[in-house]
């Protein structure tokens, strides 16, 4: 059974976006080449918008990246692109896991990658627009300030019994 996203957005009087539980897709924070992405070294992923309302908010916002498709239930939902440029001024990327975060910083290539591969149960993320003037008229692009991603974990109805784990194997009674 898929996992029911209960996306909450809020649009701050700065401009700033702050959404928790996001559905994202096409995740690629490493910046590896890609079919879209062919030179490599542009990070960014897909936030999946559900609520045709906050669709609507952020196109008036001018946000020219927010896209129409039919998902694979036949439902509507919207898109934006969310571009990951690491500066002075950020992003700050958390990675939770068994209870500890952890701060990613642009030359932990390797845990930027490990982003991409794992199955994150919740990924919570602030983004700012930033405009500019182009032949096409004014354009508002999506940039990553902070996220925070929780990976899922396996677990265990037994995790929370009271006796206590020997991991040493030459002990054990069978």
Avoid: C
Avoid at 54 to 65: H, P, S
Avoid at 136 to 162: I, M, N, P, V
Wanted: net charge negative; no cysteine; proline share 3%.
């Amino acid at each position: 059974m898929a996992k029911k996203y209960e996306t909450k957005v809020r649009i701050m009087d700065d401009g700033t976006v702050q959404v928790d539980d996001a559905k994202i897709r096409f995740k690629n924070f490493e910046g590896r080449p890609t079919k879209f992405n062919p030179k490599g070294g542009v990070r960014s992923f897909l936030w999946v918008i559900e609520d045709e309302e906050v669709a609507d908010e952020l196109k008036d916002m001018g946000f020219t990246g927010v896209k129409e498709y039919r998902n694979n239930d036949g439902d509507i939902v919207w898109q934006l692109d969310i571009k990951i440029r690491f500066n002075d001024k950020g992003p700050i990327i958390y990675m939770a896991s068994r209870g500890k975060k952890i701060r990613l910083r642009e030359e932990d290539d390797k845990a930027l990658a490990k982003l991409d591969e794992v199955y994150i149960s919740r990924f919570d993320f602030d983004f700012a627009p930033h405009g500019y003037d182009g032949r096409d008229g004014h354009t508002q692009t999506a940039y990553l300030r902070s996220a925070k991603a929780t990976l899922f974990e396996y677990g265990s109805r037994f995790d929370d019994d009271d006796e206590e784990v020997d991991f040493d194997n030459d002990a054990a009674p069978f």
